[in-house]
């Protein structure tokens, strides 16, 4: 299944918006220090904020080489998406 079936309805969110090393290289957010971030704990927190997640372990990031997509509901824009995810892991840890 092509990304594009989804355009319209859902955002990609991508492992490598939090783990890549510079933003060249796809990070959307500042480096979040001693967080261990993994697609389970992103997709465990789009579930708990009703996105409808679906989990892609086999898609690769395109400038960083890291695995891991989660395609969710588009309730909001893709920015603010992943501005109420990272506030999510702040609260974890």
């Known amino acids: 299944m092509s990304l594009r079936d989804y355009e319209g309805n859902k955002v990609a969110i991508w492992l490598a918006y939090f783990l890549a090393p510079s933003r060249r290289k796809g990070r959307k957010i500042r480096k979040l220090s001693n967080k261990k971030i993994d697609l389970n704990t992103i997709y465990e927190i789009t579930k708990r904020l009703e996105l409808e997640p679906e989990i892609f372990q086999?898609?690769?990031?395109?400038?960083?080489?890291?695995?891991?997509?989660?395609?969710?509901?588009?309730?909001?824009?893709?920015?603010?998406?992943?501005?109420?995810?990272?506030?999510?892991?702040?609260?974890?840890?």
Do not use: R
């Not at 395109?62 to 506030?87: C, F, N, Q, R």
């Open 58 to 93: 086999d898609k690769i990031h395109p400038a960083s080489g890291i695995v891991g997509l989660i395609m969710v509901k588009k309730k909001h824009g893709k920015y603010k998406l992943i501005k109420l995810i990272v506030d999510e892991i702040n609260k974890l840890k």
